[in-house]
């Protein structure tokens, strides 16, 4: 039981140690002090975790209005804070605020929203519309399907309001009549009085012609830091907005380069720019096409962006020279939507100097003739300019929709992604997912002691089913079951019970590798003899065999009873059957025979990384072979995520899936629980029930079922510090503090104990300036937050900077100091 609580509290820290997202700056000089914050519902004033005060809402409802108060029955875990998102101001009828003594301007408006069960409320049933002075924000609008399709608790809703005319600024919720038992919520809300930050922009389709932004509002769509990362509304440039990183919303594989203002570059701003417009922070970082112009010349780079039809939308693009100084060194062309807003940009010529920001707008209109529900904004290298360089470059990007002709900016609700309907779908045929109920237990642990034992119970399940299937294997396993794709002809099939069905089932994944008949194999391991067996995992017994005589395989064999099969079965052969890489375990064929599922690889005759860092009679790895490993793991995991037409995740990056060759060469394996990347482009990540292993789970991934690549990362990081420090992830052994290894190294880190938590067999024999970077770029990999974590490209070129300090100090550092 003593374990069981470690292994649970290191989930509980996994799933709440992360910093607040929301918040905005306390004192700036350009937003007013005639600003309205409001925790709805709320009783008494509140502060976040940002040190923000929000104030109740009750004296700027209308009296006559049928509302109530209430308080969310629990508080999930991802949840920023507890003001505004745990009080709701809950309306069963029309009901309206009213704003008094706010200048004649802009407006932004903020609407904070956490579907939850409030009272006896269905969330289902809050069906509601929105409007702010005859405009239009919300129709017929459902936050829990949003919240849903988001794969997010809670969200918010910006939107920037011309003046009003004539009388005070208001907004009035109202259930909708087109659902029975439907009412209206809000959470949070802020009216904040803003510059004007729109200009007349192109309509870039028609020569010459302009709308008029001016008298028009907007929703703000996307706001990116594109080639920087995550900018919390603290640290935006006195606007209270939020900077997210673009790399989700890229095209995979063309995603360039990033870029950073070097020491001796600052960033200024021209005299006819304020500088509220973007932070510097995001002028002073950029996403360029790379250095090759032969290869720069054969694509685009390009974002995608998922919007409402029937709209025009402004697209704000920011820029900032970082490496250029003269005119047509870069020059690129603007397209939207396959379509030519500009062509040969010229930052340079825009600005006069590097380091000087400048913004364009362009307005485009999406309609819905073709179905059409997306924005592309590419980029490509000029050709007629015949520039210096064949790059492009940009540093912001911001997305607004513009209200219609009828005053409305409301467009429909989203549809959760097939991926998340499918996994629902698995959950509500009796195959709960193991870590969906850890997601919703560990919610229970913030309504109190019930959620605790829930919790509890749930993890010694998990311990004591992961007991049966090897020790030290800590698996999450997302379903129960095995999955019934084929209905109950699969289910006989497995069992032997229909062998003659096997084929038809199989033999699509039969023809992407090569097929082994089930004499073969048991000829090449000796009738599965358990002298063979060089490893047990989730999926089953692992062989050592040959093949065609002389040929080393690994076999690796199903065992029904650990029910852990059929989807890991076909994804591996679906997913290797496709790549090729050298640090990627190769899959040579399959089995499918009798009821038996066998998969066949390349023998790697190390074993697995784990092996040969504690708990083995192995000698210790120095520490060049252990950068080589880690980088050689890197570089499969970076064409994982690049290399390939789709991104794939491998989802479950730990060192027992890393395995080693006669050379201790890295290879990394066991690709039964990957996924691609999300089908939409657009949407930047994949909404899936939470697979994986303790210890190493993202806790982003964790808290909201949002995989992205960045897990992937994040796991490798936990993979760098068990490379240092030669323990588990995870030792329930261990003083409570010391449990989880990440946790315990990076506060170690902090108190500049960093050295205790080494390898004892290599301590002293690392470089103080080699330790750091390895250390610094393994905390990177453990940031909180997906967007804040380097690209597995960028921790490569970490790695092999580490590995240059450790075999040519000297050198590295004349370099460094020269600025090479």
């Given at each position: 039981m003593k374990s069981s609580i470690h292994i649970l509290q290191s989930i509980i820290l996994l799933s709440?140690?992360?910093?607040?997202?929301?918040?905005?700056?306390?004192?700036?000089?350009?937003?007013?002090?005639?600003?309205?914050?409001l925790s709805c519902g709320a009783s008494i004033e509140g502060t976040d975790t940002n040190g923000r005060k929000w104030t109740p809402d009750s004296e700027l409802i209308a009296p006559s209005s049928d509302f109530t108060s209430a308080k969310a029955l629990y508080q999930d875990p991802s949840l920023p804070s507890q003001v505004p998102y745990m009080t709701a101001r809950i309306f069963t009828?029309?009901?309206?605020?009213?704003?008094?003594?706010?200048?004649?301007?802009?407006?932004?408006?903020?609407?904070?929203?956490?579907?939850?069960?409030?009272?006896s409320l269905?969330?289902?049933?809050?069906?509601?519309?929105?409007?702010?002075?005859?405009?239009?924000?919300?129709?017929?609008?459902?936050?829990?399907?949003?919240?849903?399709?988001?794969?997010?608790?809670?969200?918010?809703?910006?939107?920037?309001?011309?003046?009003?005319?004539?009388?005070?600024?208001?907004?009035?919720?109202?259930?909708?009549?087109?659902?029975?038992?439907?009412?209206?919520?809000?959470?949070?809300?802020?009216?904040?009085?803003?510059?004007?930050?729109?200009?007349?922009?192109?309509?870039?389709?028609?020569?010459g012609e302009t709308i008029d932004i001016r008298s028009s509002s907007v929703q703000t769509m996307f706001r990116l830091n594109v080639g920087g990362r995550y900018i919390p509304t603290t640290s935006d440039s006195g606007l209270s907005r939020t900077w997210y990183d673009d790399s989700p919303y890229l095209i995979s594989g063309?995603?360039?380069?990033?870029?950073?203002?070097?020491?001796?570059?600052?960033?200024?701003?021209?005299?006819?720019?304020?500088?509220?417009?973007?932070?510097?922070?995001?002028?002073?970082?950029?996403?360029?096409?790379?250095?090759?112009?032969?290869?720069?010349?054969?694509?685009?780079?390009?974002?995608?962006?998922?919007?409402?039809?029937?709209?025009?939308?402004?697209?704000?693009?920011?820029?900032?020279?970082?490496?250029?100084?003269?005119?047509?060194?870069?020059?690129?062309?603007?397209?939207?939507?396959?379509?030519?807003?500009?062509?040969?940009?010229?930052?340079?010529?825009?600005?006069?100097?590097?380091?000087?920001?400048?913004?364009?707008?362009?307005?485009?209109?999406?309609?819905?003739?073709?179905?059409?529900?997306?924005?592309?904004?590419?980029?490509?290298?000029?050709?007629?300019s015949k520039p210096e360089y064949f790059d492009a470059i940009l540093n912001g990007l911001e997305i607004f929709k513009v209200n219609d002709s009828r005053g409305n900016l409301a467009g429909l609700n989203p549809v959760p992604s097939k991926m998340l309907l499918d996994d629902k779908a698995v959950e509500a045929a009796g195959r709960p997912a193991l870590a969906g109920l850890g997601y919703e237990a560990v919610q229970g642990i913030a309504g109190g002691v019930t959620g605790f034992v829930v919790v509890a119970c749930v993890c010694i399940v998990l311990l004591n089913q992961n007991k049966k299937r090897k020790k030290g294997n800590e698996e999450v396993s997302g379903a129960a079951n095995w999955s019934p794709v084929y209905g109950s002809s699969y289910a006989s099939t497995m069992s032997g019970r229909s062998t003659s069905k096997a084929s038809s089932h199989f033999s699509n994944l039969a023809n992407l590798c090569r097929h082994?008949?089930?004499?073969?194999?048991?000829?090449?391991?000796?009738?599965?003899?358990?002298?063979?067996?060089?490893?047990?995992?989730?999926?089953?017994?692992?062989?050592?065999?040959t093949i065609d005589?002389?040929?080393?395989?690994?076999?690796?064999?199903?065992?029904?009873?650990?029910?852990?099969?059929?989807?890991?079965?076909q994804t591996e052969i679906e997913m290797l059957s496709k790549l090729r890489h050298k640090h990627l375990v190769p899959l040579i064929g399959c089995c499918v025979e009798s009821g038996e599922m066998i998969l066949v690889y390349d023998y790697m005759a190390n074993g697995t990384l784990r092996e040969h860092l504690y708990n083995t009679t192995k000698p210790p790895l120095p520490w060049q072979k252990r950068l080589e490993i880690c980088i050689g793991a890197a570089r499969g995991l970076h064409y994982l995520h690049t290399g390939v037409s789709h991104t794939i995740i491998h989802r479950d990056v730990k060192t027992t899936n890393i395995l080693l060759d006669e050379n201790l060469e890295a290879k990394v394996s066991d690709f039964g629980l990957s996924k691609h990347g999300a089908s939409s482009i657009n949407q930047?990540?994949?909404?899936?029930?939470?697979?994986?292993?303790?210890?190493?789970?993202?806790?982003?991934?964790?808290?909201?079922?949002?995989?992205?690549?960045?897990?992937?990362?994040?796991?490798?990081?936990?993979?760098?510090?068990?490379?240092?420090?030669?323990?588990?992830?995870?030792?329930?052994?261990?003083?409570?503090?010391?449990?989880?290894?990440?946790?315990?190294?990076?506060?170690?880190?902090?108190?500049?104990?960093?050295?205790?938590?080494?390898?004892?067999?290599?301590?002293?024999?690392?470089?103080?300036?080699?330790?750091?970077?390895?250390?610094d770029t393994a905390e990177k990999c453990l940031s909180d937050h997906g967007v804040d974590r380097p690209s597995m490209g960028e921790v490569l070129w970490s790695l092999e900077y580490v590995l240059q300090l450790h075999e040519n100090p000297e050198a590295t550092r004349f370099l460094k100091k020269n600025g090479r």
């Amino acid at each position: 039981m003593k374990s069981s609580i470690h292994i649970l509290q290191s989930i509980i820290l996994l799933s709440l140690s992360f910093d607040a997202i929301c918040g905005v700056a306390k004192n700036t000089k350009s937003v007013s002090q005639h600003s309205y914050v409001l925790s709805c519902g709320a009783s008494i004033e509140g502060t976040d975790t940002n040190g923000r005060k929000w104030t109740p809402d009750s004296e700027l409802i209308a009296p006559s209005s049928d509302f109530t108060s209430a308080k969310a029955l629990y508080q999930d875990p991802s949840l920023p804070s507890q003001v505004p998102y745990m009080t709701a101001r809950i309306f069963t009828s029309d009901c309206e605020y009213k704003f008094s003594a706010l200048p004649n301007k802009r407006l932004w408006i903020r609407l904070h929203f956490y579907p939850s069960s409030y009272s006896s409320l269905d969330p289902a049933d809050a069906y509601f519309s929105v409007t702010a002075n005859g405009l239009t924000l919300l129709n017929n609008f459902s936050a829990s399907i949003t919240a849903e399709a988001r794969t997010q608790a809670y969200f918010m809703e910006e939107y920037s309001v011309s003046p009003v005319s004539k009388g005070d600024p208001c907004i009035k919720f109202s259930p909708s009549p087109q659902h029975n038992g439907s009412y209206a919520f809000v959470n949070g809300i802020e009216v904040i009085p803003m510059p004007d930050i729109f200009q007349p922009p192109n309509f870039f389709g028609l020569s010459g012609e302009t709308i008029d932004i001016r008298s028009s509002s907007v929703q703000t769509m996307f706001r990116l830091n594109v080639g920087g990362r995550y900018i919390p509304t603290t640290s935006d440039s006195g606007l209270s907005r939020t900077w997210y990183d673009d790399s989700p919303y890229l095209i995979s594989g063309a995603s360039g380069v990033t870029l950073e203002a070097g020491k001796n570059l600052s960033i200024d701003f021209p005299p006819n720019l304020p500088e509220y417009i973007a932070p510097r922070s995001v002028y002073g970082t950029a996403r360029s096409m790379g250095t090759s112009s032969s290869i720069n010349q054969n694509y685009n780079l390009t974002w995608v962006f998922k919007v409402d039809a029937n709209f025009t939308y402004i697209v704000r693009l920011h820029f900032c020279e970082l490496q250029f100084r003269k005119v047509n060194e870069r020059v690129f062309d603007i397209l939207l939507n396959n379509r030519t807003a500009q062509q040969s940009a010229d930052v340079i010529a825009w600005t006069g100097s590097a380091g000087v920001p400048v913004y364009k707008d362009f307005t485009t209109y999406v309609g819905d003739a073709n179905g059409d529900d997306e924005l592309w904004v590419a980029l490509h290298p000029s050709i007629l300019s015949k520039p210096e360089y064949f790059d492009a470059i940009l540093n912001g990007l911001e997305i607004f929709k513009v209200n219609d002709s009828r005053g409305n900016l409301a467009g429909l609700n989203p549809v959760p992604s097939k991926m998340l309907l499918d996994d629902k779908a698995v959950e509500a045929a009796g195959r709960p997912a193991l870590a969906g109920l850890g997601y919703e237990a560990v919610q229970g642990i913030a309504g109190g002691v019930t959620g605790f034992v829930v919790v509890a119970c749930v993890c010694i399940v998990l311990l004591n089913q992961n007991k049966k299937r090897k020790k030290g294997n800590e698996e999450v396993s997302g379903a129960a079951n095995w999955s019934p794709v084929y209905g109950s002809s699969y289910a006989s099939t497995m069992s032997g019970r229909s062998t003659s069905k096997a084929s038809s089932h199989f033999s699509n994944l039969a023809n992407l590798c090569r097929h082994f008949s089930l004499a073969e194999i048991k000829h090449g391991c000796n009738n599965f003899d358990e002298s063979q067996v060089v490893g047990v995992g989730g999926f089953g017994k692992v062989y050592r065999g040959t093949i065609d005589g002389v040929i080393k395989v690994a076999i690796k064999r199903s065992n029904p009873s650990l029910e852990q099969g059929f989807h890991e079965f076909q994804t591996e052969i679906e997913m290797l059957s496709k790549l090729r890489h050298k640090h990627l375990v190769p899959l040579i064929g399959c089995c499918v025979e009798s009821g038996e599922m066998i998969l066949v690889y390349d023998y790697m005759a190390n074993g697995t990384l784990r092996e040969h860092l504690y708990n083995t009679t192995k000698p210790p790895l120095p520490w060049q072979k252990r950068l080589e490993i880690c980088i050689g793991a890197a570089r499969g995991l970076h064409y994982l995520h690049t290399g390939v037409s789709h991104t794939i995740i491998h989802r479950d990056v730990k060192t027992t899936n890393i395995l080693l060759d006669e050379n201790l060469e890295a290879k990394v394996s066991d690709f039964g629980l990957s996924k691609h990347g999300a089908s939409s482009i657009n949407q930047g990540h994949v909404s899936t029930l939470v697979k994986g292993s303790f210890g190493y789970l993202d806790p982003e991934y964790f808290r909201r079922q949002k995989l992205t690549e960045k897990s992937d990362v994040y796991s490798f990081g936990v993979v760098l510090f068990e490379v240092l420090c030669a323990r588990p992830a995870l030792d329930a052994a261990l003083p409570k503090e010391q449990v989880n290894l990440a946790d315990w190294v990076l506060y170690c880190k902090k108190k500049g104990m960093l050295e205790d938590t080494v390898d004892p067999h290599l301590k002293w024999r690392i470089s103080p300036e080699c330790l750091k970077k390895f250390a610094d770029t393994a905390e990177k990999c453990l940031s909180d937050h997906g967007v804040d974590r380097p690209s597995m490209g960028e921790v490569l070129w970490s790695l092999e900077y580490v590995l240059q300090l450790h075999e040519n100090p000297e050198a590295t550092r004349f370099l460094k100091k020269n600025g090479r």
